[in-house]
């Protein structure tokens, strides 16, 4: 169970700097879809995935903002050696880098107890990619999207106090289907880095070189590539929303919708991983989201009508019984009472007719009695 942020001290300065500062690499097209799933969810997790969505686009953005592999492996250690402070049980705030992110995250940490070992997976698998600039294998980069992603809504998990193993399941598929979409997503931004992220195996398969994906050349060849790649995506996905999670992992599980965006796109170009439509942002992703965010709570209220409905058939219809019963008992009670008058009647007017006819009888008596007389 976990405590209110206000009482820790996660906003005891203005929540602005955390919205900003994710705002300012959104608007920049780095995390622009998680954020939108980010605001879409309630206010005890918001603020705490907003700094953990800030760490993890510092971390991935280090290889981007330099090409020289030193540097980048310079700033990875930076945020290694800062995160290995973090869980020191001596560390206070003043000791944490002078960096906004890092000492959000220290407040969260304290907060909400996030486990190391996810928060390091996101440097290392960073770490390991810069140094080995290509996949070898599909199997390589669903290890890859397990640790830099999947790590992610582990960490959103446990913010949320959801320890279901079917959730955790699901976080898996779907971090390595947004991983292997991500993957197709920068082949054409990679490409002008001179890097070639498609793994090596599917390539060869198809007698693709890597000439081919820098000069972003389209053919039949490359669109069988793009297609088998996709289609392990798209299955990690299908896999992810077969699984019944709690409540609290629905909104986290939020970015699914955008995946499922990319994909179907993907599908109606064709597997043209180069059309230049793929490079547009939706303009109607965020009502998606928003729809699929609010969806499940107008499912709960038609679920809370209809019972309501039910129960107020069942009661109308025991109204009615109740009314129907008592009509027959006051049917059968004026009938009672009917019978019950008429016979009553009927005696008297017997009792009536016996006394005439004794009076009849005394008075012929009496008649003969004189007449004998």
């Known amino acids: 169970m976990y405590v209110a942020e206000e009482a820790f001290g996660i906003l005891d300065q203005p929540i602005y700097r955390i919205f900003w500062y994710f705002m300012y690499f959104a608007d920049r097209q780095h995390d622009y879809e998680n954020f939108l799933a980010t605001l879409l969810m309630t206010k005890s997790l918001r603020s705490p995935a907003f700094v953990l969505r800030a760490f993890n686009v510092e971390v991935a953005r280090v290889q981007d903002l330099t090409s020289d592999s030193q540097t980048a492996a310079f700033r990875l250690q930076f945020w290694h050696d800062a995160l290995k402070g973090m869980f020191n049980k001596e560390q206070t705030l003043k000791d944490v880098p002078a960096n906004p992110v890092a000492q959000e995250l220290f407040k ?34 669903e290890k890859y999207a397990e640790d830099s992603v999947s790590s992610v809504y582990y960490l959103l998990l446990g913010i949320g106090g959801v320890k279901d193993v079917h959730a955790d399941h699901a976080a898996s598929h779907l971090g390595k289907a947004q991983g292997i979409t991500n993957i197709l997503r920068s082949v054409h931004v990679s490409s002008r880095q001179k890097i070639v992220f498609l793994p090596m195996d599917i390539l ?163 008649d003969k009695y004189d007449k004998s007389n």
Request: with cysteine.
């Open 108 to 141: 969260v940490c304290c907060c909400y107890g996030l486990q190391r070992r996810h928060l390091e997976k996101l440097i290392t698998s960073r770490s390991n990619m810069n140094k080995a600039k290509y996949f070898k294998s599909l199997e390589d980069i």
């Open 204 to 366: 060869m398969k198809y007698q693709l070189s890597q000439e081919n994906v820098l000069r972003c050349t389209d053919s039949e060849q490359m669109r069988n590539a793009v297609f088998e790649i996709a289609s392990r995506a798209n299955s990690h996905l299908e896999k992810a929303r077969k699984i019944n999670v709690p409540e609290t992992a629905r909104q986290i599980f939020l970015p699914a919708t955008a995946v499922h965006n990319y994909l179907t796109k993907l599908q109606k170009r064709n597997f043209n991983i180069f059309d230049r439509s793929l490079f547009q942002a939706s303009p109607i992703l965020p009502f998606k989201l928003y729809y699929n965010r609010c969806d499940r709570y107008d499912k709960s209220d038609r679920h809370y009508k209809y019972d309501n409905s039910e129960r107020h058939d069942i009661s109308d219809r025991h109204d009615r019984s109740d009314r129907h019963d008592r009509s027959d008992l006051r049917d059968k009670y004026d009938k009672s009472d009917r019978h019950d008058s008429c016979d009553r009647h009927d005696k008297h007017d017997n009792s009536d007719r016996h006394d005439r006819s004794d009076r009849r009888d005394k008075h012929d008596r009496h």
